[in-house]
Nanobody, 123 residues
């Protein structure tokens, strides 16, 4: 079990950029794949991006490909989500989570979640 805390959210205009950070404390951060999910009002939580334990493999939802980049720095126990060309439909609470194995696309495969950080994109 680890503790995760997201930061870097805020208000940005359409076309702007934000960089989210997820700081981890606890044990064995570097041995697990990590993912980002988001949830907008009235919608279910959806997959955004994931990265394997070494950072060599990344995965993205079709809606963010080419705009978002996930990365990690195991020495700093931190995973990042660089978000460029933001759109109003990106507005949501963004959550960082630790994967327990299996599909990175399924939220049920994650056992630890941060409290989330709000991203609001104005039109």
């Amino acid at each position: 079990q680890v503790q995760l805390v997201e930061s870097g959210g805020g208000l940005v205009q359409h076309g702007g950029s934000l960089r989210l950070s997820c700081a981890a404390s606890g044990r064995t951060f570097s041995s697990y794949a990590m993912g980002w999910f988001r949830q907008a009002p009235g919608n279910e939580r959806e997959f955004v991006a994931a990265i394997d334990w070494s950072g060599s493999s990344t995965y993205y939802a079709d809606s963010v490909k080419g705009r978002f980049t996930i990365s990690r720095d195991n020495a700093k126990n931190t995973v990042y989500l660089q978000m460029n060309s933001l759109k109003p439909e990106d507005t949501a609470v963004y959550y960082c989570a630790r994967n327990t194995g299996g599909s990175v696309y399924r939220s049920v495969r994650y056992d630890s979640w941060g409290p989330g950080t709000q991203v609001t994109v104005s039109s």
